[in-house]
C-alpha cells in the first residue's frame, strides 16, 4: 500500500457512481448528456487541487487543464475518457473494496446470488492480496476508463504538491465518447499545447502499446430486382442470394473468433435484407499495412465480381470508419514509447508490450499530429457485470507517471 492508496479508491468510488454511459449512432456532438455530470466534477476538482488553465469544452464535454513546467524540459500530456460502454448498465453503480483478496469466489450480491470466480476469471489470481474494488454484479464498473482518470487526477495533485519535482509542461484532457468511436475528435490541439501525448486505457498491470490495428468498414449495398415469383425466371435478381453469395467467400478462418495477437481478419457485423435490396458491413482490420491493403482490395474484388456475376452495377461499396494504426506514428518520435517503458520499469514493474487488437483514441490522434501510445489503466474485465480494479494498479500508475515526468525532465 502506497500513499496513493486513499486518493485513488476514493477518487474511482466517487467517479463509478456517475453514469456516464454513452451512445453508439447518435449524431450528436456528445452522444449523452450525463457525460457532462462527471466533466463537472472533473473541471471542480481540477480546480481544487490548483491545476492550471482548467477550462471545460460545453460544446464538445472535453475538460482541459495543464501543470505549468517549472523547468523547460519537453511536455507531454495525459488522455482518458470519462464515457462507459453501452455494454452494460452504468446505472446505480454500486462500487465496494474487498480488503486482501484470497484467491477464491467472491459473492458480489447476496440477494441475487452473484458470484465471481476465479474459475470464469483466472485473472483473479493474479491479484491475490491485493485491495479490489468490485460492483454489485448487475452494473459495470466503469473502472474503463475511470480508473485512467482516478490515476491522473492523483498523479496531477501529487506533482503540483510537490515543486522539487522538476518537468515540463504537463497537458491533461478528460474526453468523452471513446466507447462509441468518438475518437477525440474534438480535441483541440492548440490548447492542450503538447507534442505527444499518452493515453490511459486498456486492461491488466505493466501493459503498454504503441501499436493499435489499421481499420475500415464496408458498407455494401445490393440492389435486386424483385418480380412476381410466376415470371421470375432469367429475371429475378434476389438481392438475399447475391449478398449470400457475396460473404460465403470471405475466409472463415480470417475472422475474429479464429484468429490472435498480429492476425488481421475480416469481421461480418450486419447482414440484412429482402430479394430487392440487401446490406452488408464487413469490418477490416490487421497491423500490417500491405496485408490491410490486400484485405481491402479482397472485398472490392469480390463486390467487382458480383457485379460481372450478376449485373454491372448491383453492388456498390462506400468505405468508412477508419483508423490507422498509431505504430507508424508513435515508433517515429524519439523516445516516446521508450520514456514509457523506462518509467514502468523505474516502478519495479514488468513492461508488457501488447500491440492492441482495435483502436483507441490514440489511433486517430497520432494520425492527427499528436502521436500517443497507451499505458493500461490496470481494469479487468471490461464492459461487463465482472468488471473489477485492484487498487494497487492504479497506485502502480500513479507512480509510473510520476517516473515519466522526471525521465522527459532529464531531457531538458
Ligand atoms: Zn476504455
Known sequence: MTEFYDKVSERLIRYAKINTQSKANTGLDVSTKCQFDLAYELYNELKRINASNVY?????CIVYANILANTSAKGFGLITHMDTAPDASGENVMPWILKNYDGKDVLLNKEKNIIISPKDFPNLLN????????????????????AGIAAVMTFAEYIINHDEIKHGLISIAFTPDEEVGGLAKNLDFKRFNVPVAYTLDGDHKGYYSFETFNALEAQIKIKGLSVHTGTAKGIMKNAITIATDIMSKIPLNERPENTCEREGFYHPVLFEGTCEEAYLRILIR?????????????IECLINNANKKYNDTIATITWSNGYPNMGEYTTKVKGLVENLIEAIKASNITPIELPFRGGTDGSSLSSRGLPCPNLSAGYENAHGRFEYVPIDNMED??????????IYAKEA
Do not use: M, W
Open 397 to 406: 500508475n500513479v507512480r509510473i507517471l510520476i517516473e515519466l515526468a522526471k
Open 127 to 146: 491479484y491475490i492480496g491485493s485491495d479490489i474494488i468490485f460492483t454489485d454484479g448487475t452494473t459495470l464498473l466503469g473502472g474503463d476508463d475511470k
Open 56 to 60: 471545460l469544452d460545453e460544446k464538445s
Open 286 to 298: 490487421d497491423f500490417d499495412k500491405d496485408l490491410f491493403n490486400k484485405k481491402k482490395e479482397f
